[in-house]
């Protein structure tokens, strides 16, 4: 079955530190790739998407995102945090077999900066 | 552009009684996307809007939910009756002309409380 996942529920960095999030997603093609952020009360923005190309993509609010094929990830990368980056982050996923493709998302990683 | 609006922001009601949420999309979008955030089942998509007519409609959790989409900038997400297991928050979202790789624009969300 599809399924695309995000294996840290919770994570917790000082202000200053890089960020690795992960993500990994179980389909039968490469699919495309988004992560979205949502902070509190807020609805999901986009940071950044994959489809080809480049494996390494630039997002916004200094995000980065590497897709290796081998291992089925794309993990989400900032080198320095911020305390305005304490938010949840969303992996998504799409299959990339044309026409109408639902969006399934991960459940979710919640980061907190401390100081 | 004033982005995705949605009201009300909260809700609260009793059980038996009707919900109605509404959704303004971004002034272009054609696609509409109504979802549901809980902490148990994360992200549901319950239905998409293509051009106001509902495309999938394969989330919408059972009889009691219906959607609709008059025109091109108004959506509504009805419950009757509503039950304390539909409290959760729900989201609008729109994008450009459906493609798999077209980025969604959320609403704030409109968070459902039913006691």
């Known amino acids: 079955a599809q399924s695309v996942t995000q294996p840290d529920i919770h994570i917790t960095v000082s202000e200053g530190a890089s960020l690795e999030l992960r993500c990994n997603y179980s389909?039968?093609?490469?699919?495309?790739l988004f992560w979205y952020v949502q902070s509190p009360g807020q609805g999901l923005q986009l940071l950044l998407k994959?489809?080809?190309?480049?494996?390494l993509v630039q997002g916004i609010k200094g995000f980065e995102a590497e897709f290796k094929r081998s291992q089925s990830s794309f993990n989400l990368r900032k080198p320095s945090v911020h305390w305005s980056d304490a938010a949840e982050y969303f992996c998504?996923?799409?299959?990339?077999?044309?026409?109408?493709?639902?969006?399934?998302f991960g459940t979710g990683t919640k980061l907190q900066v401390i100081p | 552009d004033a982005g995705v609006i949605q009201s009300p922001r909260h809700e609260v009601t009793e059980m038996g009684q009707e919900v109605t949420l509404r959704c303004k999309p971004i002034?272009?979008?054609?696609?509409l996307f109504w979802y549901r955030q809980t902490m148990m089942r994360g992200l549901e998509l319950l239905i998409y809007?293509?051009?106001?007519?509902?495309?999938?409609d394969s989330g919408m959790p059972e009889d009691r939910f219906s959607a609709k989409m008059p025109n091109a900038s108004f959506s509504t997400l009805k419950i009757q009756p509503s039950e304390p297991r539909d409290s959760a928050v729900y989201f609008c979202?729109?994008?450009?002309?459906?493609?798999?790789?077209?980025?969604?624009?959320f609403g704030p969300g409109t968070r459902l409380t039913v006691l």
């Open positions: 979202a729109s994008s450009l002309p459906h493609s798999s790789y077209n980025e969604q624009f």
């Open positions: 389909y039968g093609a490469t699919p495309y």
């Open positions: 994959y489809f080809s190309g480049d494996t």
């Open positions: 998504a996923v799409v299959p990339n077999s044309g026409g109408y493709q639902k969006v399934t």
């Open positions: 002034s272009g979008h054609n696609s």
């Open positions: 809007f293509n051009n106001n007519v509902p495309i999938d």
